[in-house]
């Protein structure tokens, strides 16, 4: 195991380029199943989760290579191998099987996902979206069984917003008969680039990005290229970054209309941000005043950078309110912020954090993928060493951190940790 550390206190400057969006690249390599012929996916991040769908998608028979971002994926061979146990409980978005393989198959065996432990995120809309097409969905020691004679088109109504449900639905339905209607559906950039390669794969969909999605079922799906939208979370992540520790850095690879949320807020603080075609500038204000953020849907605040946006907060002058709507138990970076002299406390689904404060450097772990990018961030910030454990999750959607902060003048690296500190971790 490594842990990772940062000494902290010095300003970056310079450029740093944004890998292909982790959201979309654990959708969009299950999607792959549906399509007779090979389909190749460019750009995508060199992050644990891919590497992971890679070994899932050759278990289940598929011929897999992927080299420098690109992934051609050979479905011809594929059987609906149950996965019970072993990768796919280590992956949050392992969830994208049961679509993809129902709407392939007729049938799937999934064991219950993992991933980072953000308090409940229930399957119950995928579930419901997977019985009105007609399949038979059961819970048997801790795998979902799917099965179905056919798969018919049917209007499906979601009773929460589900970027999970939106896609996995969408993989379900386009090799169904007839028409599906998903509504109140999830509008996240991520839904419309997978919806753009299904389309190159032959499927029928309208709609992708609004709240209401039509598809129309066809026949077969066929191989394709395509290449995924830049990580816009990755993007805002290095935006804070900016904001945080920057002397002026220009992020290149990004869709600026897909943070416009953030954009805002950081302008708000005082930051000063100018948004090319394909690239943001970001340099410092003056004096950074407080803000509240409130996490939404898209194109609301992403619950994705309210926990680096956290670290940034500890810079402005005053009190800020973070309240996440989205995933409520998403604070437990707030006690290690808090070892590092941050002045947070937690109310209900609120972190309130004080500052300006000075952070010092501090033994931290991260506890989600998230989390971990708000530990990076204060660890930038602060004075001394900072020491963070738990690196397996910031690896699942980061790819090259440390080489990509070390272009713009970071002092960070990597260490691997002694018998004992890996016992003290266990403990």
């Given at each position: 195991?490594e ?9 970056l ?16 390599i299950?999607?792959?199943?549906l399509?007779?012929s090979p389909?190749?996916?460019?750009g ?16 289940i ?15 011809s061979?594929?059987?609906s191998?149950p996965l ?10 392992s ?13 799937a ?12 995120r229930?399957?119950d ?7 009105a097409?007609?399949a ?7 795998a979902?069984?799917?099965r179905?004679d056919?798969l ?5 109504y ?8 939106t ?5 379900a339905?386009v ?6 209607v998903i ?7 991520e839904i ?11 499927a ?11 598809i ?27 904001a945080?520790v920057?002397e002026?850095?220009?992020i ?11 954009t805002?807020?950081l ?7 100018e948004?090319g075609d394909?690239?943001?500038f ?10 509240d953020i409130?996490t939404?849907?898209?194109?609301g605040?992403?619950?994705?950078l ?5 670290s940034?907060?500890t ?7 973070v309240?996440?709507?989205i ?5 437990k ?14 109310e ?6 004080d500052g300006p ?11 989600d993928?998230?989390a971990?990018?708000a530990l990076?961030?204060a660890g930038?910030m ?11 999750h ?9 080489e ?6 970071a002092t ?16």
């Amino acid at each position: 195991m490594e842990k990772l550390k940062i000494a902290g206190g010095y300003p970056l400057k310079g450029s740093i380029r944004v890998s292909g969006a982790k959201n979309s690249a654990v959708a969009l390599i299950p999607a792959t199943i549906l399509a007779d012929s090979p389909v190749t996916i460019e750009g995508l991040p060199d992050i644990s989760d891919v590497q992971m769908l890679k070994a899932l998608m050759e278990e289940i028979g598929g011929e897999v290579s992927f080299d420098e971002g690109e992934m051609t994926v050979n479905p011809s061979r594929m059987i609906s191998m149950p996965l019970p146990n072993g990768r796919v409980k280590k992956l949050r978005a392992s969830y994208y099987l049961m679509g993809a393989m129902l709407g392939k198959f007729k049938k799937a065996v999934i064991g219950l996902p993992g991933g980072c432990h953000l308090g409940p995120r229930p399957i119950d809309q995928h579930i419901k979206g997977f019985e009105a097409l007609g399949a038979q969905v059961t819970n048997e020691q801790g795998a979902i069984y799917l099965r179905a004679d056919e798969l018919r088109g049917a209007r499906i109504y979601l009773d929460v917003v589900s970027v999970g449900a939106t896609i996995n639905i969408m993989l379900a339905a386009v090799l169904a008969k007839g028409r599906t209607v998903i509504e109140n559906a999830a509008k996240e950039p991520e839904i419309i680039d997978v919806a753009t390669l299904l389309t190159n794969m032959g499927a029928k969909i309208k709609g992708a990005g609004t709240d209401i999605i039509r598809i129309d079922g066809v026949e077969s799906l066929h191989g394709c290229k395509h290449t995924i939208i830049p990580d816009r979370i990755e993007a805002g992540t290095f935006m804070i970054l900016a904001a945080a520790v920057g002397e002026g850095i220009l992020i290149d690879n990004v869709i600026p209309q897909h943070l416009e949320s953030l954009t805002a807020k950081l302008r708000e603080m005082g930051i000063n941000i100018e948004a090319g075609d394909d690239q943001i500038f970001v340099s410092p204000g003056e004096q950074y005043k407080s803000v509240d953020i409130k996490t939404l849907v898209y194109p609301g605040f992403p619950t994705d950078l309210q926990q680096p946006f956290t670290s940034l907060l500890t810079k402005a002058t005053g009190s800020s309110m973070v309240t996440d709507t989205i995933y409520g138990a998403r604070f437990k970076h707030i006690d290690e912020l808090r070892r590092m002299n941050a002045k947070i406390k937690v109310e209900g689904r609120a972190g309130i954090v004080d500052g300006p404060v000075q952070l010092h450097g501090a033994k931290v772990k991260a506890s989600d993928l998230r989390a971990g990018a708000a530990l990076v961030i204060a660890g930038l910030m602060a004075e001394g060493i900072t020491e963070v454990t738990g690196l397996e999750h910031i690896d699942r959607g980061y790819s090259h951190l440390v080489e990509k902060l070390s272009g713009l003048g970071a002092t960070i690296w990597r260490e691997e940790m002694t018998q004992e500190e890996v016992e003290q971790l266990k403990s």
